[in-house]
């Protein structure tokens, strides 16, 4: 459906800082098992956000599980969240995992993209889960963006345009970041 253009969102105000919440309770033990700590930072005071509540389920489950699978054990995932000062929706997964080579980053982006080709290969996966979560987001008029070290890690960080921020009652205004982490 992505591919053929047939994938339509159904939009909604939606809770993300419940959802992504959820989405990391739902991943905990998973990570808990291998051995991962899993930290979320959202802020108290985030602002609903306006669009697909499953797709964007969707987009959340796909980076976490991803992030876990390519961490190995002692390991750290961190799920983040934030509106930056021009309004803009920031999104992160970050992970202390394997890493990926810049030359494999536009692979892995690829539908049935496989750094990893293989016959024994260590991690199982059709090679969809990023390239469907790149659709998805664009779907929702936003931007992925892949940086990525090799035996240190990974960050994917998904950009919302301040049009799918709802506004706050009462103009109490947003919880802001201007930079990230050094």
Do not use: W
Request: glycine share 10%; net charge neutral; hydrophobic share 40%.
């Amino acid at each position: 459906k992505v591919e053929a253009g047939a994938m339509e969102i159904n939009e909604d105000d939606v809770d993300l800082a419940a959802m992504m919440k959820e989405c990391a309770a739902l991943m905990k033990d998973e990570a808990r098992k291998v051995g991962i700590e899993l930290r979320v930072s959202i802020a108290k005071d985030f602002p609903e956000f306006r669009g697909d509540s499953r797709r964007l389920k969707q987009i959340f489950l796909n980076l976490l599980a991803n992030a876990i699978k390519f961490t190995p054990a002692g390991g750290a995932v961190t799920l983040e969240a934030y509106v930056e000062k021009d309004g803009g929706f920031v999104f992160m997964v970050r992970d202390t995992g394997i890493g990926i080579a810049c030359e494999h980053l536009s692979t892995a982006m690829a539908p049935f993209g496989q750094v990893d080709s293989s016959l024994s290969r260590k991690y199982q996966g059709t090679g969809l889960g990023l390239p469907l979560t790149k659709a998805l987001v664009e779907l929702h008029g936003g931007r992925i963006e892949l940086a990525s070290v090799v035996d240190v890690g990974t960050e994917v960080t998904i950009r919302f345009p301040k049009s799918r921020i709802v506004a706050p009652s009462g103009g109490a205004g947003y919880p802001l970041r201007s930079s990230l982490p050094g």
